[in-house]
């Protein structure tokens, strides 16, 4: 294979979602070669603009998530927008929207009228609650999916109030389950001989799909799992524990052999064989006690010290980092950082393309675009549209 050949080469990709989740699946399909066109409202862009930091007047979330699009302005509200909007279509792989369902459909865009002038395309659908069941109608954003998979219930301390998650994992595990079902309903389409299929995905059910053995539990004990701090229900010692120097650590023993490891280096042979703390099950049942122990261990020395001997002792454990402490790290810059030349605001460091694959890797060919960026590049070249119809265009307020 080519050198410089991508696994998703000559797929097209138009981008019609906002914010997250449906949009960064698109955005990992383009890290590996496909051509994403990102549609946005002509006058306020997409959503995702108007969120987070921002430096020399551009939203830095944007120049990530956006990263290899082509941007091009579209008002689907207006007939000629819709008009337009099918033209592409029918020229694309793959759609991606989040709007509410229904609202595609009452535009004339829904994937049955799409796919009778495209019967190869593939539309991912993120929405909040999925295009069926007596939720479908209701929005969602992602920390009202984290909260409706269960995941905001179970998280904070048992004596204080549930707390969100530090990041949108709702949106950013729809993406990725959202690219990895697109590539399912791809390869069903150039591999089997089948056409094209709609992908219906709720915001909240990746977390759903992560959430342990909640449901079964439920279903088989009765058990409601509480929030439990930063304990692990029935893994002990697993935990955040305080250095002597004021540092965050986190470590795992949970298994029987690496508590005994643990046990070793914090108190010798007698707490390694200590029969009350020996099996897993008797660890869980004196929890607050194990905690205790291993937290005032680990208030006797300073964070390196620490890491070091749990790193001898084939213990799991890290220092809790921050964005500054990832951002020093040789091995994250090693791995999982990048840096490219964007002439708008300079050296932009961000997160690398994931996953790592040998022989095709991921790339970043440029940040996120500015609004309306490719009209001309995608309208000229795939519609056939020249100068003249896209001023008429622009003045209408069509783009």
Known sequence: MDATAQPLGGIRVLDLATVLGAPVAAT?????????????EPTTGDVLRQFGPRYADRPLLWLQEARNKKSITLNLRLPAGQA???????????????????????????YESLARENPGLVVL???GYGQTGPYRHKGAFDRVASAFAGLTY????????????????????????GAYAVMLALYHRDRNGGG?????????????????GLLTAYQKLGTVRERSGNGNPGVCPAGNYRSRDGAWVVLNAGTDSLWERLA???GGEGLAHDPRYARSQDRVARAGEVDGLVAAWTATLPAAELLRRLEEAGIPAEKLYSAADIAADPHCRQRNIVEIDDPRVGPLAMVGVVPKLSRTPGRIRWAGPDKGQHNAEVYGGLLGLGAEDLATLQKDGVI
Do not use: C, H
């Open 28 to 40: 990992l399909l383009g890290e590996f070669g496909a051509d994403v066109i990102k549609v946005e």
């Open 84 to 110: 337009l909007l099918r033209r592409l279509a029918a020229r694309a792989d793959v759609v991606t929207e989040n709007f509410r369902p229904g609202t595609l459909d009452g535009w004339g865009l829904g």
């Open 125 to 127: 659908r993120v929405s």
């Open 154 to 177: 179970v998280s904070g301390f048992p004596d204080g109030p549930p707390v969100r998650q530090g990041f949108a994992l709702a949106d950013y595990l729809a993406a990725a389950f």
């Open 196 to 212: 094209g299929q709609e992908i219906d995905l709720a915001l909240y059910e990746g977390i759903l799909r992560s959430s342990e």
């Open 264 to 266: 070793r280096v914090m």
